[in-house]
């Protein structure tokens, strides 16, 4: 009686341990799955956020590119520079207007441009010309400057810089370029007005996963464009995010994957 119980309890003792190891193996395989299926994921996302990447940085460049090119210009230039234009000066705004209209065309719409000029304090663009205030009301910032400030921002001098405010619920992002680009005090400036849902349907259409929450900061932290769910943008755009290659951060318990376009990173 004895050894029957001693070799049941031998037999459960082994069931126990083998179902035990069965247990561990499950975990263990279940983890590895796990843990290959977030690095195939990581890979995939990597590969699509370089052609993210590099959609951005084209865009970049090509506001980059017009700038160089307007702010060089030679009738642009003499227009600006001249104190006090006369009634002759005055028509060489057409060409500068058509100039202005080849670029609103190669952008299709993306971008808004606009050519402050403080000789005579109007903003010229491919369709229009804005006095001053007129200009500063088009641009919804009533919320986001003063116009006094807005004028002060508008005469100093820019390098291709990039401002980002928010404007009724929406951030606004402009690239300044002064004219002269070099060589003196700037007597104008171009702005370059972006389309949020540009940058937004870069992103969007090189998602790892349909609805994913995508946030595009500057190196100031400022709102470039946000797609998905608005509260987790939200606690992405609060957060202190790395501005490595890759990172990881947590947040509300969750674990979120950053990634950092080239173009911002080591800013």
Known sequence: MFKRKSVLYTWCLSY??????????????????????????????????????????????????????ISNDYLVNDFVSTPDPSGSKYYNLQPIQQSLSVYALQSGGEVSRYLYMDNIGRALSSDAIF???????SLGLEAAMSAGDFTTLLQDYHYNEL???????????????????????PKGTLVQVMNPETIAGMIQSNSAVEDSTTVLLDSDGSLLSATGDAAVAELLENADVSSAEDSEITLGGQLYWILCPSRFRGQ
């Open 163 to 185: 401002y980002v405010f928010e404007t009724g619920g929406k951030s606004e992002a402009l690239m300044l370029t002064s004219v002269p680009l070099v060589g003196g005090t």
């Open 131 to 137: 006095r001053l205030h007129e200009f500063y009301a």
């Open 16 to 69: 126990g341990l083998l179902l035990l190891m069965m247990v561990v193996m499950c975990i263990m395989l279940g983890r590895n799955a796990r843990n290959q299926l977030i690095s195939e994921y990581k890979s995939i996302t990597q590969t699509l956020q370089k052609q993210s990447n590099n959609a951005i940085n084209d865009y970049f460049d090509e506001l980059e590119r017009c700038a160089y090119e």
